[in-house]
């Protein structure tokens, strides 16, 4: 059974940081892309940032440019993001997903990921 894992989220303050995980068990990641994306209230689910464990492309959202970054271990099956300089807007339940298939083109679809985890939320306080 595929089981994704959110943890590290919690309550910072503005211009503070975290460090969200997603543990990842049943299948490996290599030659996977995984998905990071989140859903404030109210808001459709958005696609945050995106890595293709096959070359190492990563993709990320205009609004977190510069201030997140996503990685991947593949012998710890680990996923990770780094959000620095958060924002009361970043504020929201965020999700790991992975499409087994790796298809980068479409990586911004959250209908290609086969797989969620029931997400950590983030809340970001002014």
């Known amino acids: 059974e595929v089981q994704l894992v959110e943890s590290g989220g919690g309550l910072v303050q503005a211009g503070g940081s975290l460090r969200l995980s997603c543990a990842a068990s049943g299948f490996s990641i290599d030659d996977s892309a995984i998905g990071w994306f989140r859903q404030a209230p109210g808001k459709e689910r958005e696609a945050v940032s995106c890595i293709s464990n096959t070359d190492g492309s990563t993709y990320y959202a205009d609004s977190v440019k510069g201030r997140f970054t996503m990685s991947s271990d593949i012998r710890k099956n680990m996923v990770y993001l780094q959000m620095n300089s958060l924002k009361p807007e970043d504020t929201a339940v965020y999700y790991c997903?992975?499409?087994?298939?790796?298809?980068?083109?479409?990586?911004?679809?959250?209908?290609?990921?086969?797989?969620w985890g029931p997400g950590t939320q983030v809340t970001v306080s002014s």
């Open positions: 997903a992975l499409d087994p298939r790796g298809r980068w083109s479409e990586r911004t679809d959250s209908r290609i990921y086969w797989y």
